[in-house]
């Protein structure tokens, strides 16, 4: 019989044996023991296990099958992104492509996913940068082959110098290929090269039976988010709201657009964001006529509005969230009711989604007739235009549409039809807005220069749909009370 102490001995040494195992693997980005204070027990990414991967990989399959409903089998062939360099040396922040990042898990630049589909089985590829002591020294480690197996769930791990001629040893394997990969928007333009010899290749030798973009699939199916991923928007778009919260809250203390920007960077890191989604419009008065300003250079004046149209980054997901306030916490009377036109017109859309039957085109069309009403009953828009063409007038004040999904990109999924019904699992935006510039002479001139848009993440639900970005304050009481008062 054992004794305890030995009992005790041999499990310490295997512990240490794992240990040491793990310690001189290469992984190549965070892990759940590398990074306990991120990463629970199998995940690859925050909040996303290994099983929730192989399980989308699986549904890219299953729905290529359901589209070809042939018996030749299909090559999925999905590159990452490339790192990018400003100058010699000196790196872009890299940012993994998304489909590839859904579909794998990793985030190592300059890899491929490759797919082999069949009716009978599917099996998956990935082709990995190998590491080097030189670049492990000024850029860190890469995956091991035998590592992105066991922790990313792929079928095999090749480096990706093979990558060619596994390609063309699948030609001589199989006598007619469907290829899908995105020709006309390349990821990687070195891959690409590679990826066009082979077409050409197989076309010649009468192998390829058919030829198809990737990007359209994977957006349909990215569209549905997952329990996990739902969970992953909610966090994201409630560090974005608190941000915008707290950011509004300071503006008696900020001066120009530059320290709203700086703000609202720093509220967002803070709070746990990554980084911002993507780059914030801050514009003070006449500034939110131009709708994707971006430039944050100018100072803020007493009687301006601050429009923000800002989004946060977690772990792969994005919010995207507007908000227009006085920034003295006073809004003039002319200032008031335009706001209060946008405000009604989005609770109004909001309060009408329904699951499996409004889409984002719907919404469109019911904004300009909302906001042609209520602008013609203002006298912004003449009073003998009838509903449907002051609807189309409103154009002139509201140049955009009503949103757009969101996601794991802040415009996600963008090959997804806006006249498709939302369904359960869809986040989308609502942003109404009205711009009126100061040159614009047919208003009064209490509406002149006034830019407003007021924009949430909307969660589809079986019951109608969630505001994700709830907690930052819209109505006007709220706004001025949050810049009124006194901590």
Known sequence: MISRAKLFSSRLSGILQLTRGLQGAKYGQPTPWTHKHLLQEDEVNVGIKKTEFQKRREKLADKILELRKKDEK??????????????????????????????????????????????????????????????????????????????????????????????????????????????????????????????????????????????????????VKSSCEVDLMRKTCGIGAEAMKKTISKSLSLKTESEYLATIDYESRMLGANHLAYPPVVAAGENANVIHYISATSAVK?????????????????????????????????????????????????????CGQTSIDQLYRSM?????????????????????????????????????????????????????????GNVITIEPGIYIPKHNTSVPEEFRGIGIRIEDDILITNSGCEVLSSNCPKSIDEVQTLIQRKD
């Not at 100058?87 to 993994?96: E, G, K, V």
């Not at 390609?167 to 001589?172: F, S, V």
């Not at 058919?210 to 349909?220: D, I, K, S, T, Y």
């Not at 509201?398 to 939302?422: F, I, R």
């Open 368 to 424: 300009q007739m909302l906001l042609g009403k209520s602008l013609r009953s203002l006298g912004l828009i003449s009073s003998d235009f009838e509903d449907s063409l002051a609807a189309r007038f409103t154009h002139q004040f509201c140049p955009h549409n009503v949103g757009h999904h969101l996601g794991m990109d802040v415009h996600d999924c963008a090959s997804v039809s806006k006249v498709q019904p939302l369904v359960a």
């Open 74 to 223: 299909s090559l999925v062939i999905l590159p990452s992104a490339r790192k990018k360099y400003m100058i010699d040396h000196i790196p872009y922040f890299f940012r993994q492509d998304t489909d590839f990042r859904y579909f794998t898990g990793c985030l190592q630049p300059e890899s491929i996913l490759v797919m082999e589909i069949s009716k009978s089985s599917s099996r998956s590829y990935l082709f990995l940068q190998e590491n080097s002591s030189y670049t492990e020294k000024w850029e860190g480690a890469k995956f091991g082959l035998r590592e992105a197996v066991t922790f990313l769930g792929v079928d095999e791990a090749l480096p990706i110098d093979a990558f060619q001629d596994v390609l063309y040893r699948m030609q001589k394997e199989n006598r007619r290929l469907d290829v899908w990969y995105d020709l006309m928007d390349p990821r990687d333009p070195e891959i690409h090269k590679t990826v066009l010899s082979f077409i050409s290749s197989i076309s010649q030798g009468q192998n390829l039976h058919n030829f198809e973009g990737l990007r359209r699939v994977a957006h349909e199916i990215r569209s």
């Open 302 to 354: 007493e009687r301006d509005l601050m429009l923000i149209d800002s989004g946060t980054e977690y772990h792969g997901y994005s919010s995207d969230i507007t908000r227009t306030w006085p920034v003295s916490g006073s809004m003039t009377d002319g200032q008031r009711c335009i706001y209060q036109i946008v405000l009604d017109c989005q609770e109004d859309l909001i309060r009408s989604v329904e």
